[in-house]
């Protein structure tokens, strides 16, 4: 498991100029010299008119003149995305996405103030794929309380895709929601269906309120005859006590093999003699655990062989 | 046979009706933007309108393997009060450059008054600006007129009649349509419009060059299967198999094509980044399963008691 830093290095202006350079670089390596001519004219058009009727028609014609292939960044690129602003993981976006960011980075910088406006404008009559890029974009732009809103109706979004451009692969959540919207997100992703290990800060921003409520959500399940994601028990393991515990219990005992693995991966996070009790009852698999071979990434696919 | 239903209006439309269409090979859906029933009275609603037919119901298709499109306009009836229809003007070009707006559509006349005149030519001008195919609804009353009215005046406006399709055409307006180089298409709607008996006659008079096949399906009793059944009755009469594709696939595909926003590829071999966010894909393709048509009804028995 890789921990995420969480700290901002930089303050969250430096943030946009920056990502505006990398955004800058990666595409300039995907596009033709045509391509990245019109999307500079396009640009300059926007920034020195006073009407959006220009942004409108530029968001709208990326796709058309830049495409909708992956981004497929390479290692060195997800490295410096990464190193930018922790947790930023843009594995997923196409090149219309990073275009259309692009544009957005170079009004927030110029327009700080009108930007937060600027953005729920855009998304009040966003088609699915600019939904998609508008809120994997807040990554990279200047925070602000003024954002809260549009990111709240995103969220509330019915369309999957549009939840998890916020919700993963993105700082944002992690740095910005308080408990509560933390909370929900993590309890909305359950129910539609979504995974929880993309969602960057899941361990760091886990909290015994959450776990309550996710242990709730599993005896509802339970109770209607409905399986339980395993990812449910990462963020209840470290606070694991009482009720929650037996719930562990349950889970590790009297589940199929991925279900007692995850049990237990949970159990391991919580620091007392007591999970250490029960974790030493299952060695085998603790011993991968310890070894780092059974992790969340890999629980839903790993076998354990017992040790030799 | 692969189908596509290019006027239907699925928003009114329920779940079992996209199983059953997508059952039945049903591939892509063209939504025109409409008349919901009853009027709107301000423009918000006009905006959220369009906002959910460029997203939230795309996203809807997708999930049932069916893509979907739209088109969008003021239509003829609210072009009557004229404050709502001044400021959906000023909105319309947000949309016009939407991933899968096909056309600016359906407009035309209703009662053809000076309201209507005057808002049909305006969103012409606007079809030119953006170059894109116009989709022409014809009236109820005093159709054969209203139908000659529309033509003449989209060639005042020096508009080529490859651009448009001439809706809801029956007996009594297909020649001049055809005549004219305009595309004919026909509703198959119970009661009111086609029927797919005489839907069968027209094709056998007139083969299916520029002829496309809609149900134009909606909040009244109507077919979404309509294409489909047509499809079947055509070649149960003796149509021939590439006479029926034309009229229930191809030639919607050509001339809402023009856009350059619905291509067969999308379904046949849809991008990356749409299989992982608003597509969940056609079994039918993948599967090579031969459709079957669905009774609906069979969903909707009392009888069957369980609910999981």
Partial sequence: ?308 | MLFIDPHAHMISRTTDDYEAMAAAGVVAVIEPAFWIGQPRTYVGTYIDYLSSIIGFERFRAGQFGIRHYCTVGLNSKEANNAELAEGVMEILPRFALKEGVVAIGEIGYDEQTELEDKYFRLQLELAKEFDLPIMIHTPHRDKKRGTTRSMDVCEEHGIDPSMVIVDHNNEETVREVLDRGYWAAFSIYPSTKMGNERMVDILTEYGAERIMVDSACDWGISEPLGVVKTARLALQRGISREQVELACYRNALTAYGQSGQIKEEHWLNPAAIDQRTTYEGNSILRGGREPIVQDPAVQRKADELIIE
């Fill in chain 1, 1 to 308: 498991m890789h921990a995420t830093n969480l700290q901002c290095n930089l303050p969250a202006e430096k943030t946009t100029v920056n990502a505006i350079d990398l955004l800058t670089d990666w595409l300039q390596h995907r596009l033709s010299s045509i391509q990245t001519e019109w999307l500079d004219a396009r640009l300059q058009k926007i920034m020195h008119c006073d009407s959006d009727r220009d942004l409108h028609i530029t968001l709208g014609m990326i796709p058309r003149k830049l495409g909708r292939d992956d981004l497929q960044l390479t290692d060195r690129e997800l490295a410096q995305a990464e190193h930018l602003s922790g947790g930023w993981r843009p594995v997923n976006w196409s090149i219309d996405t990073a275009a259309r960011i692009w544009i957005l980075c170079h009004l927030a910088q110029a327009e700080p103030d009108r930007f937060s406006n600027t953005i729920a404008d855009l998304c009040r009559t966003a088609d699915l794929a600019e939904s998609i890029a508008f809120y994997s974009g807040l990554a990279v732009y200047p925070t602000s309380a003024s954002l809260d809103h549009v990111v709240a109706e995103g969220l509330r979004s019915n369309v999957k895709a549009i939840f998890e451009a916020i919700a993963h692969n993105n700082p944002y959540p992690a740095m910005n929601f308080s408990d509560h919207r933390w909370n929900h997100m993590i309890l909305k992703a359950l129910f539609i269906d979504s995974s929880l290990a993309p969602i960057t800060g899941l361990d760091e921003r886990a909290n015994a309120e959450l776990a309550e409520i996710l242990c709730d959500y599993a005896h509802e399940r339970w109770a209607a005859g409905r399986t339980v994601s395993i990812e449910l028990w990462r963020c209840v393991g470290p606070f694991a006590t009482d009720s929650k515990m037996d719930d562990l219990l349950k889970v590790i005992n009297s589940g199929p093999q991925r279900e007692r693995y995850a049990g237990l991966l949970a159990m391991s996070m919580r620091q007392s003699a007591a999970a250490t009790r029960i974790l030493n009852d299952h060695a085998d698999v603790y011993a991968c655990i310890k070894r780092e071979e059974l992790t969340w990434e890999n629980v839903d696919s790993f076998s354990c062989t017992t040790p030799s």
